[in-house]
């Protein structure tokens, strides 16, 4: 034989266990509401012994904030010497300023210093080859007058 369920009223109805989730939903809610109107007082606890207080004066203020993180220049310009050699004296630093023109270093190459005294000594005998051949031109136009 079946039972008849008999539906509670009023004041029962609210405490069924089918009631229960949205009892503990309002209760959630509620709990929330508390805590968010709490801390919204503006109410804030500051130990005295560290509080400064001084008068208010107009000047330039400086904040300065540490950062991690590279420089990069916007543009970079390769140098190449028409010569190579050896570093002899740095003139001008790592990220100074400079203009067209301007001395960077001094470079040193005995290879090439040899080379021009090499150079200058063969100018020099052609220089007296060529008066030797114009002095005995010279002497044979002479010679054949």
Same mark, same amino acid.
């Given at each position: 034989?079946?039972?008849?369920? !008999?539906?509670?009223?009023? #004041?029962?109805?609210?405490?069924?266990? *089918?009631? @229960?989730?949205?009892?503990?939903? &309002?209760? !959630?809610?509620? %709990? @929330?509401?508390? %805590?968010?109107?709490? &801390?919204?007082?503006?109410?804030?606890? #500051?130990?005295?012994?560290?509080?400064? #207080?001084?008068? !208010? =004066?107009?000047?330039?203020?400086?904040?300065?904030?540490?950062?991690?993180?590279? $420089?990069?220049?916007?543009? =970079?310009?390769?140098?190449?010497?028409?010569?190579?050699?050896? $570093?002899? +004296?740095?003139?001008? +630093?790592?990220?100074?300023? !400079? *203009?067209?023109?301007?001395?960077?270093?001094? @470079? &040193?190459?005995?290879? @090439?210093?040899?080379?021009?005294?090499?150079?200058?000594? +063969?100018?020099?005998?052609?220089?007296?080859? %060529?008066?030797?051949?114009?002095?005995?031109? +010279?002497?044979?136009?002479? &010679?054949?007058?």
């Amino acid at each position: 034989m079946d039972k008849i369920i !008999v539906k509670k009223k009023g #004041i029962a109805r609210a405490f069924t266990l *089918k009631a @229960l989730p949205y009892w503990l939903g &309002s209760a !959630v809610a509620i %709990l @929330l509401i508390v %805590l968010l109107a709490r &801390s919204s007082n503006g109410a804030m606890r #500051i130990d005295p012994e560290t509080l400064t #207080i001084a008068t !208010v =004066t107009e000047g330039e203020f400086n904040d300065y904030i540490r950062l991690n993180g590279q $420089v990069q220049p916007m543009t =970079t310009i390769q140098l190449s010497p028409l010569e190579g050699g050896v $570093v002899q +004296e740095i003139i001008v +630093e790592e990220g100074a300023h !400079v *203009k067209a023109g301007d001395r960077i270093l001094v @470079l &040193s190459n005995d290879n @090439l210093d040899l080379q021009i005294l090499n150079s200058e000594a +063969e100018l020099a005998e052609k220089e007296n080859l %060529l008066r030797n051949t114009l002095i005995s031109m +010279e002497q044979q136009k002479l &010679s054949l007058e």
